[in-house]
């Protein structure tokens, strides 16, 4: 017993005398994962967030340097009170320093407030909703990969410019859907265009061929998607079936995942446009990631929200090691945004005083059938919008994070 | 926007047209449930569940075997017929004497095995299933683009629908299930092997419901997630219609697909509501259901 | 006074007073080893899933929609808490009064279908809570009503502090716990069991069954809002989650698990989903399969559930 005292002792002093001298709070840095892992959102994050974590670690050298990390994961099943409970735990019991991820606004929120509340990091990169760095903005959170509003400005500002000036929107009938037509609308406004209509649809709706006959009776060039998962595959599936795009009308994705397109097929997706913010086969190192993240990965190519858990962990890393101190997660959260960011997939970037971090984003098309040369081709990028203008301007989201000139 | 007057007739007749081929969905599918229910007492909750293992057989049956749309609308609702035979044997039977609520509870049990099995081996984002080429591309009725192949989705079930119909009301066959349904012992006592003509009701039940995931493969997504949605609504349907009264679940399913269709025009927030308006309204009105017999 | 001899329900009475008494020191001593607010979500779970179980163990009835009276307390209670600024005991009552009120309409509705019909009504009506609650602008969509301030409970208990929340909820819990016990135990409790073995006998007796069934189903319906009006404070949100049918399926499945009419069964089964939710959340889809096995075996195997099946073994009502 003694013995064994003596060396868990010795063990404290090896590590207090580790390389480093850093202070971490109880001698590991632990991310949590905090994603679904059963439903809707498995594919485009779940399993696949977990293993771009781990590949983060792993890439960043952390063992090397003396860092001790550790990663855990939990299924908040979609639903806001089992994320948050979570969240708790993993804060108060588990020693978590840092949860990641999150698709599903809602739990999203929910985990903004409470990684506030125990002053902790939270890094998303699967939630949409622009409110994380708008009026629900926190100095704990970094908004990573993408957001409705930089989704909506690329596609509508991209569509108008090139003609799509009358639109028709099939909107979800919940708030993110409401945000997202919102956000849309305004650009396509703003770009002169015209909104002839708008149809809402019960979320996870099978049967869209009524909300398209409307769109379709409504003659709009454009019919905007501002719904998400299964409810946008299904509307493009039908979509083809009615003739929609054949009789000359054209559908904008507005939230469209590299996931759902392998889903709907070629066939059936060709032609669609929307805005992301990464895709795997841009350059060598994108296609290096993606090699070794489907093999690990039953052959599901990463998504942009993988990549920006790969992002996001591996700046928040590189942060800890300068500022050797993880306890007080608003100091971490200034550090990250204090450092331009610099990883191998996204490239240079910044944070911006609200938790936007920011980066160029894409406008894809999908290609046809007969130009795809090999599995999960999909994707011809059709222009980049420059970081400067691919998220919402710092002053426009009334995050009380920033002061007011 | 639309308005109600502002809607040209022919408009409102495209939309009442894609209201009845949902509507050969719920008619299908509550078919299938009111037979089950007629002869088994039993409240078949994971109808949904296996609604989505015929879609997904029609496509591992492409995917592995190479084996088309048309084969599929055999070898689907025979493979999960003899799925539901399993379970009718191994472990509904043990339930007949019981209260309706065990077998309900069973069954939904059932629903979320085979649904979380199938997620976590196919994900949950879904998988595709073209149409197949004979049966592409649409017709212009003047008011509207009618697909083809919806067309035929319309025409194959009012028939298997009004066959199914035929055999129970009309024929010998028919008749020993009716007499089963009212006195077992009776029936068993002409000689007739009554449990074995119960398993083979349960497993034609659930046949019918994965012909109409077949049906659906094209035109929905593959997904595990497609009939947990489907049942409650599916089951207001039969509730509706009279629990256990063939038509009444045929018509019912057919009328509420009219009625959805509707709401989808004039107040489309409140389509996947309006069904649960509608059964709250039958049963305060006729708690036997449109078409059921009072007991 | 002789003593009167010890009848089987009064040793009965004698073990549940010995297992409430466990339970209650447990409950007490067990944030000392276990995350206090996992215990208290399951503590609000486990009065949900009691009120539920007073109307299908004593009076028949198995309601599909009770998430309905649930969520719609947490809207209230979170909304009353957050944005009129109630202090939490009258934002907790502001959400149970609400679940009462609905449950007297949803009752006068359906009281008079039994089976399978009452279960499909109370289904209709809460669906259409649920489209309410999408609808209007107050629970703020699907994101729900976030941040719910916790405040001070009567002026003096400041509810931040975890531990006196840990209190109050455990108060709630087993003061809820003992209003049902009192009311299965009381002569009303008699006429609604009687009415569940024979409901005619019962109406020639001369009692008026609606109106007995009437009282116990808004007895349910508040209580399983003052469930969750304390949940809404304890996770500090208030979602559609709550009003999903599928919480409705939830609370039957934890009802049948620990055991349907058992005075402690409830509890059990919340304690032990709530558990399965919380501690195996990493397992993703596979927790599904082990709920749908957890009802299957039940159903096939433990038609008592955990508690009754415990209880048959000791030869003592639990």
Redesign the interface.
Known sequence: MKTLRSLGLAAILALAAGPAHAQWSDGTIKIGVLTD??SLY?DLS??GSVLAARFAVEDFGAAAKGMKVEI???????????G???A??WY??DKVDVIVDTPN??VA??VT?ITREKNKVFLVSGAA?SALTGA?CSANTVHWTYDTWALANGTGRAIVRTGGDTWYFLTA????G?QLEADTENVVKEMNGKVLGKVRHP?NSSDFSSFLLQAQASKAKIIGLANAGGDTVNSIKQAAEFGIVAGGQNLAGLLVFITDVHSLGLKTAQGLIFTEAWYWDANDTNRAFAARFSAANKGIHPTMIHAGVYSAVTHYLKSLEALKNDADGKAVVERMKATPTDDRLFGKGTIRADGRKIHDMYLFEVKKPEESKKPWDYYKLRATIPAAEAFRPIDKGDCPLVKKG | MFELLGIPPQALFGQLLIGLINGSFYALLSLGLTVIFGLLNI?NFCHGALYMMGAFVAWLALQHFGLGYWAALFIAPVVVGAFGIVLERT?LR??YK?????G???T??????????F??EFGASGLPYVIPDSLTGARNLGFMVLPNYRAWVIALSLFVCLATWYVIERTKLGAYLRAATENPTLVQAFGINVPRMITLTYGFGVGLAALAGVLAAPIYQVSPLMGSNLI?VV??VV?IGG?GSIMGSIVTGFLLGLIEGLTKVFYP??S??VI??I??LV??WR?QGLFGRRS | MAAPPVTRSDTSFRTQAIVFAIMAVALAAAPAAI?P??LM?AMCFALFACAFNLLIGYVGL?SFGHAAFFGMASYVAAHAAKVWGLPPELAILAGTAAAGGIGAVFGA?AI??Q???FA??T???S??V??FC??APFT?????I??VPLGNMFGVLDLKDTTTLYAVVLAIFLGGFLFIYRVIHSPFGQVLKAIRENEPRAISLGYSVDRYKLIAFVLSSSLAGLAGAT?ALV???A????VH?SMS?EV?LMT?LGGLGTVFGPVVGAVVIIAM??YL?????????A??????V???AF?RGIVGELGRLMGKRL
């Not at chain 1, 855990?72 to 089992?82: C, E, I, S």
């Not at chain 3, 703020?140 to 729900?144: A, L, N, Q, T, V």
Request: charged share 15%; glycine share 8%; proline share 1%.
């Open positions: 892992m059963s498995t779940g399993a855990v994961n939990a299924d908040h099943q979609n639903k806001a009170d089992v948050s409970t979570i708790r735990q108060d019991v606004s809602g929120l929910a407030e909703s629900k009938d919940y708030a993110f409401h979320l | 409240i472990m043990r339930l019981l209260d309706h609520l065990y309900l509870l069973l939904f049990g059932i629903a979320l095995i085979v649904e979380g099995v997620r976590n409650i089951f207001a509730v629990m927030e409140a996947a509501t649960f308006v059964l709250a049963l305060l708690p | 995350y607010v996992f979500k198995l509705i008079r279908r089976g399978i019909y499909m009504i289904l209709a009506l669906q259409m649920y489209f999408l609808q703020g969509g699907e994101d729900g976030q941040a949940k996770v500090q949100l979602s559609l989650t709550d049918w399926g039957v049948l939710q919380n959340a990493q397992l993703g889809s596979w927790l599904t399969i709920q749908g096995v957890i009802f299957v039940c159903v096939l038609r």
